[in-house]
């Protein structure tokens, strides 16, 4: 595709149910990235994966979330029993490499009931 | 640990003054150093970025950024702000040794950007 694409655009759950967040980033892009944004927060790091090489789960904030990516594909984004501060935007991006600009998808957001 | 710090979280400029929203970082290595951008509703957008080279690099929009590894800032400028430069600015570094293995893009917080008629 043209950009990077996430589903769904909004999300809203109840507290402690599942959710999976999809993104499809650029073809060809080795690297992709997901970051968690609060209303009227900056950007909160969560996780990368580039290439073939053990992912970067040091922004992970809990257990609870779980991202996976196959290959240089798509990527989906798991948190498990949502809690309320859980509610934000949750941004996905990628470039061709680490040096490149990151292309951005247009969010999901997520709201915890 | 690589971070980004963006000490002002609104600068207020009037149109057609300079404008500069300031940026340091902190990193083991060399830095690779971006500037991004996010519009009212809309996506977040590339500015420009620092990897190796002139200090002084050029971007989108009219934009530029000063690497300064002395006092470890990249702060971005704008000799003549338009009013609809008004957005929300990132700063975001990245260290050149990553030590093996997967390394992330640090964000700072954000800069309101706010350009009055």
């Known amino acids: 595709g043209a950009g990077v694409s996430q589903s769904p655009s909004n999300k809203v759950t109840e507290k402690g149910k599942d959710v999976e967040l999809r993104c499809d980033p650029i073809?060809?892009?080795?690297?992709l990235y997901w970051y968690r944004q609060r209303l009227g927060q900056g950007l909160e790091f969560l996780i990368y994966?580039?290439?073939?090489?053990?992912?970067?789960k040091s922004g992970l904030p809990s257990d609870r979330f779980s991202a996976e990516r196959t290959g240089e594909s798509v990527s989906t984004l798991t948190i498990q029993r949502t809690q309320q501060e859980d509610s934000a935007v949750y941004l996905c991006?990628?470039?061709?490499?680490?040096?490149?600009?990151?292309?951005f998808g247009s969010g999901t957001q997520l709201s915890v009931l | 640990a690589q971070s980004v710090a963006q000490p002002e979280d609104q600068v207020n400029v009037a149109e057609g003054n300079p404008l500069t929203v300031k940026c340091t970082y902190s990193?083991?290595?060399?830095?690779?150093l971006f500037w991004y951008v996010q519009y009212p509703n809309r996506g977040l957008q590339f500015l420009l970025k620092y990897i190796t080279g002139d200090n002084l690099v050029k971007g989108s929009y009219g934009f530029e950024a000063e690497f300064n590894k002395s006092q470890t800032s990249f702060h971005l400028k704008k000799p003549s702000a338009l009013v609809s430069d008004s957005a929300l600015y990132f700063c975001a570094v990245r260290d050149f040794y990553s030590g093996g293995g997967a390394d992330g893009l640090t964000f700072g917080k954000g800069t309101h950007l706010i350009i009055q008629p």
């Open positions: 991006a990628s470039s061709l490499d680490v040096v490149k600009k990151l292309f």
């Open positions: 073809s060809g892009h080795t690297a």
């Open positions: 990193v083991s290595g060399n830095p690779y």
């Open positions: 994966f580039q290439g073939n090489s053990a992912p970067d």
